[in-house]
């Protein structure tokens, strides 16, 4: 079994910035992809950004482009640099990673819990 834990939410004043983390633990799993996805209030879960493990390709919704920056630091931590913050990026935030088992040869998709970020002055 695969847990993602997510910290970083909170409040911030329009133009601010946040910074989410999300680290994966278990054993016996390899991370093929990590991101984030979003919940803004009424509307359906959207993707926000992506990046392979290898940390060599990354992905935006246009929405966020040229202001949110993902990133890790090893294999199993993906950051979420939000600048620029607008009142529109209110959302709940989910952390997603699909990991490959070797011993299965099975890949799966995990979710973190959500964490809140709220955009307001």
């Known amino acids: 079994q695969v847990q993602l834990t997510e910290s970083g939410g909170g409040l911030v004043q329009p133009g601010g910035s946040l910074r989410l983390s999300c680290a994966a633990s278990?054993?016996?799993?390899?991370?093929?992809?990590m991101g984030w996805y979003r919940q803004r209030p009424g509307k359906e879960r959207e993707r926000v950004a992506i990046l392979t493990t290898g940390g060599g390709s990354a992905d935006y919704a246009d929405s966020v482009r040229g202001r949110f920056t993902i990133s890790r630091d090893n294999a199993n931590t993906a950051y979420l640099q939000m600048n620029s913050l607008k009142p529109e990026d209110t959302a709940v935030y989910y952390c997603?990673?699909?990991?490959?088992?070797?011993?299965?040869?099975?890949?799966?998709?995990?979710w973190g819990q959500g964490t809140q970020v709220t955009v307001s002055s």
């Open positions: 278990g054993s016996g799993f390899r991370v093929n992809f």
């Open positions: 997603y990673a699909n990991v490959f088992r070797p011993v299965d040869i099975s890949s799966s998709s995990y």
